[in-house]
């Protein structure tokens, strides 16, 4: 079992769509969880952290269930320019600062 | 201010040759890490360093792999006698303690 899953898609949504990814991960000690965005042959980059009270910025929602150990990324009110790939990053709570990052989830924004 | 820089951008090079990546690290970071990025796949993991400990080498697929960190500041990754798997787009990424990794524009590397 990998130690972040996520479902590869694509997911295809119209624009001004709701659409929402979930992660799992195995490690039950992890204790940071974050999104980061890859777009199509560049770096990633941090979209937002996780916390367990569940957090918001703008059209984006995180959640985080430590008793399923899944978590999850709403977007609302999608945008051509959210297409991208999203994925999913726990800490390995073994190893300090290491992140594990997961296999992503690829959106696909339509006019 | 200043991000992650690596260098070159692209490298092809034929097969059974060595190649060595560079990574500029953001000014004061502790922590740096590559990681190997194939086509439409995720990031694989392959070496961590922190301040002055030993890295973690854990993830370098063999020994034909391998990585200095100088100063606690640039790296190098070092692969001997190429293998065209061994194409792949290489990730640098450094940070503080926040977990929050800042990532280079990567080398994409060719293997004829």
């Known amino acids: 079992r990998k130690e972040v899953e996520q479902d590869p898609g694509p997911f295809n949504v119209p624009e001004g769509a709701t659409v929402a990814f979930n992660c799992t991960y195995s490690?039950?000690?992890?204790?940071?969880f974050f999104w980061y965005r890859q777009d199509c042959r560049k770096e990633p980059k941090l979209l937002m952290s996780?916390?367990?009270s569940g957090n918001e910025d703008g059209r984006f929602t995180a959640q985080l269930n430590r008793a399923s150990q899944y978590i999850s990324l709403l977007i609302r009110d999608s945008k051509l320019s959210d297409s991208a790939t999203y994925l999913c990053?726990?800490?390995?709570?073994?190893?300090?600062?290491?992140?594990?990052f997961g296999g992503g989830t690829r959106l696909m924004v339509k006019p | 201010g200043a991000g992650v820089s690596q260098s070159p951008s692209n490298k092809v090079t034929e097969k059974g040759k060595d190649v060595e990546l560079r990574c500029d690290p953001i000014?004061?970071?502790?922590?740096l890490y590559w990681y190997r990025q194939s086509l439409g796949q995720g990031l694989e993991f392959l070496i961590y360093?922190?301040?002055?400990?030993?890295?973690?080498k854990s993830g370098l697929p063999s020994d034909r792999f391998s990585a200095e960190r100088t100063g606690g500041s640039v790296s190098t990754l070092t692969i001997q006698r190429t293998q065209q798997e061994d194409s792949a787009v290489y990730l640098c990424?450094?940070?503080?303690?926040?977990?929050?990794?800042?990532f280079g524009p990567g080398t994409r590397l060719t293997v004829t």
């Open positions: 990424a450094s940070s503080l303690t926040s977990y929050e990794q800042y």
């Open positions: 490690n039950s000690a992890s204790q940071s």
């Open positions: 996780v916390y367990s």
């Open positions: 990053v726990v800490n390995n709570a073994n190893a300090g600062n290491m992140l594990t």
């Open positions: 000014s004061g970071h502790t922590a």
């Open positions: 360093f922190q301040g002055n400990s030993a890295p973690d």
